[in-house]
T-cell receptor, first 114, second 115 residues
Framework: DTEVTQTPKHLVMGMTNKKSLKCEQHMGHRAMYWYKQKAKKPPELMFVYSYEKLSINESVPSRFSPECPNSSLLNLHLHALQPEDSALYLC?????????????FGPGTRLTVL | AQSVTQLGSHVSVSEGALVLLRCNYSSSVPPYLFWYVQYPNQGLQLLLKYTSAATLVKGINGFEAEFKKSETSFHLTKPSAHMSDAAEYFCAVSEGRNRDDKIIFGKGTRLHILP
């Protein structure tokens, strides 16, 4: 299995909702990432889990909270989002320890906040 | 600090013509360089990567890139464009496992293929 899967593919939510995005990989990778991508822009790194240690992009608001239940799963919990949070959310993984840190990307979740 | 500059946010070429997408990097250590492609509403797919094994790197779908240290460049080429090559292309740089886990993306180049 050489892919990263993400569910759901599309999500529409109101500003008062709580929802979660899920990411899974079975490649034995020990680092997993969440990115946010707005239209016509490159992906922006939000969080990194590497060997169970979390690194946070300081600019990410607290209404986004990651969770890593095990080394194969990465969730992104969403609460009280704003319309400007609408974007494509990408998950990626890498075999930590690879010299080049190649990242493998999932297909993304298209999030719309109403 | 590492960074990537992609020259041209949009590039248009005719079907069958040469594709050239430009990427320049800045890094304090020997870099690892990547080209990713993104089709509409999809994730990023790795086209090719440079990891110091060879300066001319061949990737998928007929693409290749050449690492030129003296020019700090890693331009992406394909001899003959196909309609299916229309997509967004991102150049990215990593400083490797002894640094943090991050890779830095350029702003992207949208490739348009003219019939």
């Amino acid at each position: 299995d050489t892919e990263v899967t993400q569910t759901p593919k599309h999500l529409v939510m109101g500003m008062t909702n709580k929802k979660s995005l899920k990411c899974e990989q079975h490649m034995g990778h020990r680092a997993m990432y969440w990115y946010k991508q707005k239209a016509k822009k490159p992906p922006e790194l939000m969080f990194v889990y590497s060997y169970e240690k979390l690194s946070i992009n300081e600019s990410v608001p607290s209404r986004f909270s990651p969770e890593c239940p095990n080394s194969s799963l990465l969730n992104l919990h969403l609460h009280a989002l704003q319309p400007e949070d609408s974007a494509l959310y990408l998950c990626a993984s890498s075999l930590r320890g690879r010299v080049d840190n190649e990242q493998f990307f999932g297909p993304g979740t298209r999030l719309t906040v109403l | 600090a590492q960074s990537v500059t992609q020259l041209g946010s949009h590039v248009s070429v005719s079907e069958g013509a040469l594709v050239l997408l430009r990427c320049n990097y800045s890094s304090s250590v020997p870099p690892y360089l990547f080209w990713y492609v993104q089709y509409p509403n999809q994730g990023l797919q790795l086209l090719l990567k440079y990891t110091s094994a060879a300066t001319l790197v061949k990737g998928i779908n007929g693409f290749e890139a050449e690492f030129k240290k003296s020019e700090t460049s890693f331009h992406l080429t394909k001899p003959s464009a196909h309609m299916s090559d229309a997509a967004e292309y991102f150049c990215a740089v990593s400083e490797g496992r002894n640094r943090d886990d991050k890779i830095i993306f350029g702003k992207g180049t949208r490739l348009h293929i003219l019939p």
